[in-house]
């Protein structure tokens, strides 16, 4: 196991202090911003940090919630639901800064990657900040409409499960036909007998351990890539 050392960060944001939680490996490859599930900044999302850093990725996770964290669904859909998305993209491009900033990013790319609800505002981050290298959606929102996507700079890659209720296949699928007619980067793939959130084993009905071991490898294979 790599040194990694964690940290708090505080994020000025406008009039505002955000809060973020920081993995730093000795030597950083590049940088990666991790963007919460609408559960918040929880334990899990800390770890996804430490396993980037652990693979020489400087990873910084966002507070979102304002210190906030949901244990139960009725309680992380109402605070999804209070998130406003123009605060949220304020939030993480003060993120972006704070990992462009860094010394010993210096000269190296940053990419940015969610899951859930993070997922669907990785996508939008990534149509807003030119400075992002990578985007990895695990199982987001997605948009399909031409006109949104033609602002993408950055690759795609796309983590979903064919038995998604909240993500259908035919909209993943019309996604990835619009990001190719418009000539974007965009790698799509598609879990057999997955289900919403099947990478985190906290979801412990669809939890599919295989499918997030792949999902993983391929997560890896996509930013050595593009970031580094």
Not at 25 to 38: D, N, S, V
Not at 120 to 146: F, K, M, N, W
Not at 159 to 166: A, L, N, P, Y
Request: hydrophobic share 40%; net charge positive.
């Amino acid at each position: 196991m790599r040194d990694i050392k964690e940290q708090e960060v505080v994020l000025q944001v406008g009039s505002e202090r955000v809060r973020a939680y920081a993995a730093l490996p000795a030597k950083p490859r590049g940088g990666m911003l991790l963007i919460h599930e609408w559960w918040g900044l929880n334990d899990w999302i800390k770890e996804q940090a430490r396993r980037f850093a652990q693979e020489n990725y400087l990873a910084l996770a966002v507070d979102l919630y304002r210190g906030k964290v949901a244990t139960d669904p009725e309680v992380a859909h109402e605070l999804s639901r209070a998130l406003p998305e123009d605060r949220a993209m304020r939030d993480l491009k003060a993120g972006v800064d704070w990992l462009t900033k860094r010394p010993e990013l210096r000269g190296k790319k940053v990419g940015a990657i969610g899951w859930c609800m993070g997922g669907g505002l990785a996508l939008s981050l990534a149509l807003q900040e030119p400075r992002l290298s990578a985007c990895v959606i695990y199982y987001g929102r997605l948009l399909t409409d031409e006109a949104n996507l033609r602002n993408l700079r950055c690759p795609v890659l796309g983590i979903f499960g064919d038995q998604d209720r909240g993500i259908p296949v035919e909209s993943v699928r019309q996604f990835e036909a619009t990001l190719k007619k418009l000539g974007k980067q965009v790698e799509i793939h598609l879990f057999q007998g997955a289900g919403h959130a099947f990478a985190n084993p906290n979801n412990r009905r669809g939890y599919n351990a295989r499918a997030a071991e792949e999902a993983w490898r391929l997560t890896l294979k996509f930013l050595e890539r593009w970031i580094g």
